[in-house]
Structure formats: C-alpha cells, structure tokens
C-alpha cells in the first residue's frame, strides 16, 4: 500500500508540472502539490520504522490519517461523479436571455474552455435567435482586458450580431458572475418595459390628436407641439397609471415568461445554476421582478478538455465543500 500512495504522489506532482506548463492561467494549482505532499505522507505512515510503529501515539495517528483519507476519498469521489452528471431544468420554451459565464483568460485571449462556452452558446443563439446574449465577467488576474470585451469580439467574429449582446464587466467570481448577468438581465427588462410604456402614452397623445382635428376642422392645430403635450389628458400621472397599471398590461406582464439560459462548462453547471436562482430570489425580493412573473432558468453545459477534467471537478468538488460548509449553499 505504501508503494501505491508513492505512485500516487509521483502521480500529483507530474500532473501539477503539467497543468503549470499548458494551463496556468487555471487557479488553484497548488492543490496538486498539497495532494502529492499528503500521499508522501500516507506512504511514510505505511513504510514508517518499526519502532514508530510500536508507539500508541504513533498508531492512532495512523489510525485518524488512514480514516480521514477513506472519508475525503469517497466524499470526493461522490461530488465529482454527482457535478460531472449534473443538469437543471428542462428546455421546453424559446429562450429570452443566454447568460454566458465567462472565465480566466490567458494573455488577454480566448482559453480553450472559455472558447468551449461561447462555441455553446452560439449553438443555443441559432436555436433562439430572438434572445439577447448576456456576456458577464470582469477583468481577471491574468488579463488587462474584461472577460466580457474579450468574449464579445470573439462572439462577433463568429457572426452573433452586435444588437443582440450585452457585457457585464464588473464581476470577479462565479457567484458575482450569475448575480450581476441576472441584475443586467432584469435591468434591460425594466428598461424595455419603460419604453413601451412611453410608446403608449404616445400613441395615446396621437389618437387624441386626430380626433381633436376631426373635431375641429376650421381650427389650425399644431400637431407636433400637441403631440408632445400632456394638455390632451386631466394629468401625465393619471395617464401613466392608466398605461402601466391597467388590467390588460398587467395580465400580459404576468403571461410573458422569461427563459434565461445559463451556458457555464460542465463542470461548474451546479453552482452556476445555483447562483442563478439566488439572485433571481433578491430580485424579487428587491421588487424589480414581479412576484407573478414567470422565470425559467436552464443550464447548457459545455465540453472540457479531458486532460483538464481531474483538476477542474477536483477543484469545484472543493469549492462546493467549502460552500456548503459556510451555508452558502
């Protein structure tokens, strides 16, 4: 056994020299070293002398070190299987929003990975050509640029047009990712929203215009000036009450359902979708999504390179851990 834990040290750090030659824009790689140094350990507790062998102190340290390591292994073994078959909800719907997860960037350029997402969410654009693309992420610790910049001009090289994306440059970690893109998202809403309501006051101001002519045809009326006058009504207040709160826009307010796309590596699918009805909870709490708006969100996974799959599961396996420890999730 302390031959096997030998090779499995060997194993950990070749693999960090590997992923420090090809991938060191990835975090965390320190892990590996940290892994090769327990296994280094776990073999000297097998091959330790004789005499250490035969103290009691000695033994139940061994004892608690073996233990301890059959308990993380399953563990780990468990979430890496549970996150690598992962999926969230059921496509049924066209998508309104695909939410692009951005992620670390190597001398300011596309990384495999992250090229991997947008390749997903290009696919999900030309089955729902009618959504808007919300591209989050800010400047990362290898990078001078955002990650959403960067994405952007890659998306648009591969033919997504310009309208139909919006950048979210502020956000550092994942959780800031999900919860900035769904605050960018619900923003554009409200703003969508306002200006169709501005639409219906002016198309009010235009048919109480032409009456008034049809009304008064001896009488020259300016129509642009009563075009832009609120004179036409008791009030502007009453005429925004009557657009916004009247029983037909708010029954269509309450019909229109919203699917929200999250494209994120397999790997990352759990939390990332997690996050995601985090911050859709804040914002109806927060009031800016109405309590009877229907929301849907999906996860769209995306590939990973094989040979970063044993850094990348082993890495969120601990995220996940260390999350769920501090009631995160």
Known sequence: MGIVFLILALGCFLYFGFLWTTASYLSFLWIWLLLGAIHLLMAFVYKAPERLRKNPLFFRFRIFGLSSY???????SYLIGYLSQYHYGQWKDPLSY??????????NKITPLLQNRLERADLCYQENPSATIVLSGG?????????ASVMYQSMLKMGIPADAMLMEFYSKTTEQKLSYGIESIFQGEQNQEGSEVEEDLRQKRREAVRKRLAAQENQVVDYEEDLDS????????ELKTEASEGPEIKDDSAEKEIGIGIVSSQYQMFRACHF???ALKKQREEGKVDALQKVSIVG???VEDPALRPHLYFREALFLFGERLCHKL
Request: charge should be negative; charged fraction near 25%; aromatic fraction near 12%.
């Open 70 to 76: 059959c308990i993380f292994f399953l563990l780990f």
């Open 276 to 278: 995601a009805e985090q």
């Open 98 to 107: 695909i939410l692009v997860v951005g992620s670390e960037l190597e001398n």
């Open 139 to 147: 400047k990362g610790r290898n990078s001078a640029s955002a990650e």
């Open 300 to 302: 769209f996974p995306s």
């Open 230 to 237: 609120d004179e036409i009504f008791d009030s502007a207040e």
